[in-house]
C-alpha cells in the first residue's frame, strides 16, 4: 500500500492581515511566517481550485494585494 503524503505545514496566520500591503512585503512577510508557497496573481487570473497546503494567494492589482486567501 501506497504511503499517505504528508500536506505541508498551514502557518497560523490571517490572509486579510495581508490585504492593503505592497506587493513585496506581502511576499516577504508570508515567507517569515512559514508560508512555502507564495502566489501573486493578477485580478481575474483563471486559476484551479485545488487545495495545496502551505499556499497563500495574493491577488495584485498596482502592486498592492487586494485578496488573500490559502491554499
Known sequence: M????TPSPQPDDTPDSYVGLDAASADRQ????????????????????????????FEV?????TRCWVG
Open 61 to 65: 492589482e498596482a502592486e498592492t494585494v
Open 2 to 5: 501506497a504511503p499517505v503524503p
Open 30 to 57: 508570508a515567507r517569515a511566517r512559514g508560508w512555502s508557497t507564495v502566489r501573486a496573481l493578477p485580478p481575474g487570473t483563471v486559476i484551479t481550485m485545488e487545495f495545496r497546503g502551505g499556499r497563500i494567494n
